[in-house]
């Protein structure tokens, strides 16, 4: 298990992560989702024991990182962001030696290395030199270092970044059967369709924040029913924002630019009498995007900004 | 200690991996000191070619070239005779190590106790043995100008003799003679006993100056300061790789990470000492009073020295900045240390700052050891120092890496 209470990091002038609280349970994954520079690595850092906090609290399986930090890490498996593995080793060693790393030895060792081998599909490239792999190859034996010590609490930093479709699913399924063993995954991402298909629980973090949090089913909730609509042209956007909050069930999400974003129940129907109300402000409408309520809409709500940006 | 020979096991492997860096390393020693065999044409002792062009053709000239023909400078100085335009040719080519221009009318200035010039032009791309040349003559020239002041009447006379072109008659050599005689007794109260004592040593008695054995513990120093400068390279390695940071993550502190690398390090270190100490004796036939001890010795050294250069990379902010900062401080120390030149060549007061520098206080005691003459005190505790040393720059390089992963 994983507790993390009123956590706070501050490099200098910048508060990177700031009063960010949550727990993750054992069998479960936990999703912290947001966009690059959110806080999300900072706080995987801080649950690592990589970055000292600046104030607040981590335990991992009841261990305090500040106080306890070797009995704290030796539960946890870390999957980084980046492949960190030795290329001029061959995947076996680097297996080994991350194995040792968590106190491994004899028999389980051994057994271990040809187990995740197998698990990541890279047996058969077991004494190969990690430098001659592909991308994807890579990042499978990346995973694979997480989880040879068998933790009881994964962290994984974006692990998908960059991997081709295929080992995508295939690193998803290694993830799911991780937390179906009884592992408490914390996974971080920016793809909101991987945090919709994984995540038991999530945690949405803007600028170091922690603006949502819940089940899927919770946070889909608390969108209602509404779609998000998007204008684009040429208008003030004042004058929308006004005109389309005089409308009933519409709430004006940003307006800006060329570009205003509204949330209302039933947009499809409605979207007639959305677009003759902004036209009659005198305001050319060119394109018009309705989305159906989401992860992707609810960061849209929340924050004024589409996940990516 | 289970995860620090971890780490030293998969540090070894990477660098049996890198095996051309460790040939490198290894080769150091050998590729410099066979430089230094085929500088010198095999010989332990260095040849300087003179070349002279004597346009005087006085009984002053030859005695001046004479002076590098006596006694143990004859075996280091070859005086070669050459007209000017050659003479200018072949130091411009190189092919000797100064050239001696002796003007028209150099004896006859001697005589008279007037200024005379002499030119002697070097070979730049040499240090010692020109320095040898202008020493022979500044001294030989100083020595000329002595007896000119000491027998200045007897000289006179024989120059004014020689002016009227002809032997002087038997009654001007009894005067010159008394002269002399006269001259002699009147410096023989500062001469006998003399007011300084001259301690003469014999060059032919003393120990012949080997070459190779000034160089050759430079070479093994240098050696495994540049090999301590390559692995201490690996810590801007695993941060691009992103192990380091990983690393960092695992149960077991920095400081065991850092101890498995150094003991690594300090692995290869052994073989290139043991491979440098065996060539030393097998290729160039250089004896070593204890091998055990100055492979232990060198070995220590290029722990200590990987060490500090891992100290130094972490002190610069980027990978590219820490290879100019290391590069701006391994050159100096070489240069400083007695590696590249030995102390014998160099002036007092550099001497005096090599031997400060690590690599410099560490030649100085692996010659020791290799001449036998190292005091077992004095080593135990340079020892300790040493380990001192090593244990305290762990620490410091351990604090540092967890925030600097």
Known sequence: MIEVEGLRKEYDELVAVDDVSFTAQPGKIFGL?????????????????????????????????????????????????????YED????????????????????????????LETVGLLDRGDDRVETFSGGMKRRLNFGCGIVHEPEVLLLDEPTVGVDPQSRVRLLDLVRAQAAAGVCVLYTTHYMEEAESLCDRLAILDHGRIIASGTLEELRGSMGERDLVRLSGTF??????????????????????????????GASRRLSELLATVAATGAEVRETTVTRPSLESLFIRLTGKELRE | MRFVLATARKDLL???????????????????GGLLVLMFGGDAAPH?????????????????????????????????????????????????????????????????????????????????????????????LEGAEVLRRIFDEPIDRIAADLDREGFPADSAVATVATAFNRAGEGAGEWLLPPAVELETVSLAEAEEFDFGRAFFPGMLILAVLFMATGLSTDVWAERRL???????????????????????????????????????????????????????????????????????QLLARSERAASV???????????????????????????AVGSSTPNGWALLRLRA?????????????????????????????????RGWA
């Open chain 2, 325 to 351: 900062l290391v590069n701006a401080v391994t050159l100096p120390l070489a240069m400083l240390g007695g590696s590249f030149f030995p102390f014998e060549t160099m002036p007092g007061w550099m001497v």
């Open chain 1, 89 to 116: 080793l061959p995947a076996a060693e680097n297996l080994r030696f991350w194995a040792e790393a968590y106190g491994l030895r004899g028999d389980r060792l051994s057994e271990r290395i040809r187990s995740v």
């Open chain 2, 242 to 312: 992103g192990t380091l940071r990983r690393a960092v993550t695992a149960p077991r502190g920095a400081g065991v990470i850092v101890a498995g690398k150094w003991l690594a390090g300090g692995s290869a270190l052994a073989l290139v000492s043991a491979v440098g100490l065996a060539a030393g004796r097998w290729l160039f036939g250089i004896e070593v009073a204890d091998p055990l001890l100055a492979f232990l010795w060198l070995t220590l050294v290029g722990v200590g020295l990987l060490a500090l250069f891992t100290v130094v």
């Open chain 2, 48 to 140: 300087a070619k003179l070349l002279v062009v004597d346009r005087d053709q006085s009984l002053a000239g030859r005695l001046l070239t004479g002076a590098f023909q006596q006694g143990p400078l004859a075996e280091i100085v070859e005086v070669e005779s050459v007209e000017l335009d050659e003479g200018r040719d072949r130091i411009e080519d190189g092919d000797a190590s100064g050239l001696l221009i002796i003007p028209e009318g150099f004896g006859r200035a001697l005589l008279d106790g007037e200024p005379a010039t002499l030119e002697l032009v070097t070979n730049p791309s040499e240090v010692v043995l020109p320095g040898i040349l202008e020493e022979t003559l500044d001294i030989t």
């Open chain 1, 236 to 265: 003030d956007p004042e004058t929308v924002r006004r005109a389309g909050g005089s409308l009933e069930g519409v709430e004006v999400v940003a307006a800006g630019g060329d570009q205003v974003t509204l949330a209302m129940p």
């Open chain 2, 14 to 32: 990477r660098i049996r991996g890198d095996w051309p860096a460790l040939l490198l390393w290894m080769g150091i020693p050998l590729m410099v």
């Open chain 2, 369 to 401: 050891i290799m001449d036998g003459v190292a005091e077992p005190g004095l080593l135990a505790v340079s020892a300790a120092v040493a380990v001192g040393i090593v244990v305290a720059l762990g620490w410091i390089v351990a604090r540092r890496l």
């Open chain 1, 33 to 85: 989702l947001g966009p690059n520079g959110a806080g999300k690595s900072t706080t995987i850092g801080c649950i690592s024991g990589l970055l000292p906090p600046t104030a607040g609290r981590v335990r991992v399986q009841g261990h305090d990182v500040a106080r306890e930090p070797r009995a704290a890490k030796s539960h946890m498996g870390i999957v980084p962001q980046e492949v960190a593995l």
